[in-house]
């Protein structure tokens, strides 16, 4: 199209469009001038308002018969006024009456609409006075109106009268004496706890900033940034100075984590163990529960089954329950429901592990003390345990059990381990009390244990392992007895270790001297890929240069169900929350599965080659201890002397030998 033709084409455009425009001002006025004079003029309006004004008429006309004012009707003769009727035809007269008229002053709002109403009303005039009479339309949208008004002024003035009303009725002032009396009623400190707990609740937004198009997976975070220090767990009533004896996260609400607390040291007349229930989506460190009990406290868990109750062991050999629903009075008992006898049919000793076990049909309690006593108990009833079996180690005597654990889905069979250093694989049925497999490495008692819990393509559920007082942490195998590694980065007791619940290949482990290491085997096998060390101050540091600060005594070590945060308490009575960072335990690729059996596999062949050349240098027997460079944690100075054994070349052996034995590889042999 040339530019002549486009002209033109815009030419004709517009003059279309001013003939439109001018079509639509004609009907405009044409619609004005029929609202200005409707047809009927005013006759017509006149007509109407007289037929609307009835008030005055009475119910009933007065209609009489004049039969000497009006000629017969079958004459045909005239009426009254001078009109002929028909023959036949009845004439009645009609009579006036007095009308009442009642005058009403008009109301502010008795026509209060906008433009857009009034331009509505017009509207439905001009189509009103095309389908019938243009006035009948006109004068009901007044009395509409009008009624409408009344109804909103009658409304204005009852609000009116309620508030004045209201403010009549002002509260009087209490005392002293009542307010305090408010104060400590049961009722309002309940509502006072749970509206408070609410409202942080509340408060306890996610990150809104989340990038979902990031791939943390790929991303390797460097050590520092792998584990960060978010938040503290304390109370100066109820946890101040207490050691932490017990972590356990609820399976059903996963942000609440019972948190048990030895005695307090030359307090008297204050409770020997208190289980403090902390909400970790709180901002403010505020507890969801206290309980308490007059004997020490060396355990506590969560029932799996029961997200009300919560069990602890004690030092004294017995079992308590608490239950945080309120009772018939509506009050929270702090004090044990359900306890325990002190029976020798029990436990006599303290009671480091206990566990939940079974389904949510069938499930029981298992502890374990230093008796050497394994119990298993009903959840409605502890009088007497409903099993139960004496523990035998090597040699024949009772083993002194600080610690247990289960592989993932199996409520027979377990492992525990103590104060002789073995870790022994038994079943909690049958009448054998001799252990089924005998794991002999550690020369100092052990401190903790924990089965491999993450789930994916391979099944890893015979992989545990176990930390110990003799600076070390190893990795065993129930399957293969020739999967053994030995790790030795720690340069104090190791007190507890956990498998992360999320990432085949990462745990974590804590020490005496407040270090906190966080493992990677798929990464590293030589050493933690994350260290950081906790002071008493508070503070944390890494990699720092002189002297360190006295580090805190981490006793207990702890999981989210995510395995996006670590819980760690120490003896100072603080549990510490840190974050892991994403690529630990979000979006975990499956090449990390393959990877950690490539690494198994290899430490199996590294224990097969030393036992060879351990055969061939003519010990007969494979090795059973080696050193390795032990990880300071920040640690300026020189250290001490470990308890692990040094080996040296000796007198006819190989050097391949002497040097397997005293690799400092990661790949320690035991």
């Not at 940034?225 to 946890?239: G, S």
Request: charged share 25%; aromatic share 8%; proline share 6%.
């Amino acid at each position: 199209m040339s530019a002549e033709e486009r002209r033109l084409e815009l030419e004709r455009k517009k003059a279309k469009l001013a003939e439109m425009r001018n079509a639509k001002k004609r009907q405009e006025e044409q619609k004005r001038q029929q609202l200005l004079n409707p047809t009927g003029g005013a006759n017509g309006l006149k007509r109407a308002l007289e037929a609307l004004v009835v008030c005055g008429v009475p119910p009933t006309p007065n209609l009489k018969s004049s039969p000497d004012k009006t000629d017969k009707a079958e004459n045909g003769t005239l009426s009254p006024r001078g009109q002929r009727v028909a023959a036949g035809a009845r004439v009645i007269s009609l009579d006036f009456t007095q009308s009442h008229t009642v005058a009403s002053a008009p109301r502010d709002n008795e026509f209060d609409y906008d433009d857009d109403d009034m331009h509505h009303h017009m509207e439905l005039h001009s189509a009103d006075s095309h389908h019938g009479s243009p006035l009948d339309g006109d004068l009901s949208d007044i009395l509409r109106q009008h009624h409408l008004g009344f109804s909103r002024a009658v409304t204005h003035e009852e609000e009116r009268k309620e508030e004045e009303k209201a403010a009549q009725q002002k509260l009087p002032d209490l005392s002293e004496e009542e307010k305090n009396q408010i104060m400590c009623s049961t009722g309002f400190v309940n509502f006072f706890e749970y509206s408070s707990k609410v409202m942080m609740r509340a408060l306890a937004e996610d990150d809104i900033f989340i990038n979902y198009a990031i791939d943390a997976a790929a991303e390797v975070a460097v050590s520092g940034e792998r584990m960060t220090l978010i938040r503290n767990f304390a109370d100066e009533k109820w946890t101040a100075g207490r050691a932490v004896v017990g972590i356990s996260f609820s399976e059903m609400h996963p942000e609440l984590v019972a948190v048990g607390y030895d005695e307090l040291p030359e307090a008297s007349g204050e409770p020997n163990g208190v289980v403090v229930v902390w909400n970790t989506k709180f901002k403010k460190p505020t507890p969801e529960f206290v309980f308490y009990c007059y004997s020490r406290l060396t355990s506590v868990a969560f029932a799996r089954f029961h997200p009300h109750l919560i069990i602890g062991g004690c030092y004294s050999g017995q079992l308590v329950l608490w239950d945080f629903r309120p009772d018939k009075h509506n009050v929270n008992k702090k004090t044990p429901c359900n306890k325990s006898p002190l029976s020798v049919q029990a436990h006599t000793h303290p009671v480091y592990s206990l566990a939940v076990v079974g389904s949510s049909n069938a499930h029981n309690i298992v502890s374990v003390s230093t008796d050497g006593k394994l119990c298993v108990w009903n959840m409605e009833t502890l009088s007497q345990p409903v099993d139960g079996k004496e523990l035998v180690g090597k040699p024949a005597k009772p083993v002194a059990v600080l610690c247990m654990a289960f592989p993932p889905s199996d409520v027979n069979n377990l492992i525990v381990a103590g104060e002789d250093g073995g870790a022994y694989f038994l079943s909690r049925h049958g009448q054998s009390t001799a252990a089924e497999k005998i794991f002999e490495g550690h020369s100092a008692p052990v401190s903790g244990a924990s089965f491999h819990p993450a789930i994916g393509p391979i099944d890893f559920s015979h992989i545990f392992l176990t930390s110990s007082m003799d600076w070390t942490i190893k990795l065993w195998s129930l399957k293969d007895p020739k999967l053994r590694l030995s790790l030795e980065a720690h340069v104090d007791y190791v007190y507890d270790v956990a498998w992360s619940p999320t990432h085949p290949a990462v745990f974590a482990s804590i020490d005496t001297d407040g270090n906190l290491f966080l493992w990677n085997l798929n990464e590293d096998v030589e050493g933690p890929v994350a260290r950081l060390r906790l002071t008493r101050g508070g503070e944390t540091e890494e990699g720092a240069e002189g002297v360190a600060a006295p580090g805190l005594v981490l006793r207990k070590l702890s999981w989210s169900a995510n395995g996006q945060h670590l819980l760690v308490g120490g003896a100072d009575g603080e549990v510490r929350m840190l974050d892991v960072h994403e690529h630990m335990h979000t979006g975990v690729r499956s090449e990390e599965w393959g990877k950690f059996a490539s690494m198994l596999a290899d430490v199996r062949q590294t224990v097969e080659e030393a036992e060879e050349l351990s055969e061939a240098a003519g010990f007969g027997a494979p090795l059973s201890a080696v050193t390795s460079t032990p990880v300071t944690g920040g640690a300026g100075g020189s250290l001490s002397t470990t308890p692990r054994t040094s080996f040296a070349q000796l007198p006819g052996q190989s050097t391949a030998a002497a040097l397997v034995a005293g690799s400092s590889s990661p790949r320690s042999l035991f």
